[in-house]
């Protein structure tokens, strides 16, 4: 009750964290299910992606693991956190963040609008659920404008119907400006993906929505590195090959009632 009158009842934490004996990590956009939870037919099957780790960065998500754990329960994770380090051998340039709404600014948004504003060529998205602040709908259409080929995919068939009325509500603005638009057919596409020039990728748990900007625990990898970028890449592509365009003609031929039903529904987004 108390909680309830004092601050949001809908924060969650919405991680999805793996690290294996303080040197391997997984991060992406797969959760773990009870294999009773049964996914509806209608949405089926939820299409994600996860990447395998080895090093330092396997240390870094092992922090944003413990101090969410030693936060919420008595146990003591600092001995982990002490143990030496494999010096390894020199690979990929690779950074975890983790952000969260127990901080005033989350960096979450921050990072995804400096990686649009720093496209020169390419900039490639897929996010299951987008209902963006301003400023990240102005980057991807100013983006779009000064000449960057653009592309983001949605799933056709969205798990919220509400979140997919106000996600299609920013539609015409992105193809006014020049944002390719695809809608994935062959299920829940679930995995939150952006790959820039070829050379950058971040992936993990953040979707494009308010919900990961300011109310979730988030946390994504940042890699900087031609081969692993083109990997990830590669598997935009494969979701592009089942997708449908979305053209401007088709958004404003929409009806009046679906289209005054999408904005409202968008009035509302801080809610969402």
Request: hydrophobic share 45%; net charge positive.
């Amino acid at each position: 009750l108390l909680r309830a009158l004092n601050g949001r009842i809908d924060i969650r934490n919405h991680r999805k964290i793996v690290v294996i004996d303080n040197r391997i990590t997984y991060c992406g956009s797969q959760n773990c299910a009870d294999p009773e939870f049964r996914i509806k037919a209608r949405y089926a099957p939820w299409v994600d992606i996860m990447m395998r780790f080895e090093g330092p960065v396997a240390r870094q998500n092992q922090y944003l693991f413990a101090s969410q754990w030693m936060a919420s329960s008595a146990g003591d994770l600092t001995h982990y956190l002490r143990e030496p380090l494999d010096p390894g051998t020199p690979g990929v340039v690779a950074q975890a963040t983790g952000t969260g709404p127990t901080v005033p600014f989350s960096a979450m948004p921050a990072l995804f609008a400096a990686l649009i504003f720093e496209a020169r060529r390419e900039l490639f998205v897929t996010t299951p659920y987008y209902v963006p602040n301003e400023m990240l709908q102005a980057a991807l259409c100013a983006c779009a404008r000064r000449g960057v080929a653009v592309t983001m995919i949605f799933p056709a068939r969205n798990d919220s119907r509400i979140v997919a009325a106000a996600s299609r509500s920013y539609y015409l603005d992105l193809l006014e400006a020049g944002v390719t638009i695809f809608e994935y057919g062959a299920g829940l596409l679930h995995a939150k993906t952006m790959t820039v020039d070829g050379e950058v990728v971040l992936i993990g748990s953040a979707n494009l929505d308010r919900r990961s900007f300011d109310l979730n625990f988030e946390n994504n990898i940042l890699i900087s590195d031609v081969g692993a970028t083109t990997v990830v890449r590669q598997r935009q592509e494969s979701y592009l090959a089942q997708s449908r365009r979305i053209t401007r003609e088709e958004v404003q031929g929409w009806s009046m009632p679906r289209r005054l039903y999408n904005n409202t529904i968008a009035m509302l987004s801080p809610l969402l």
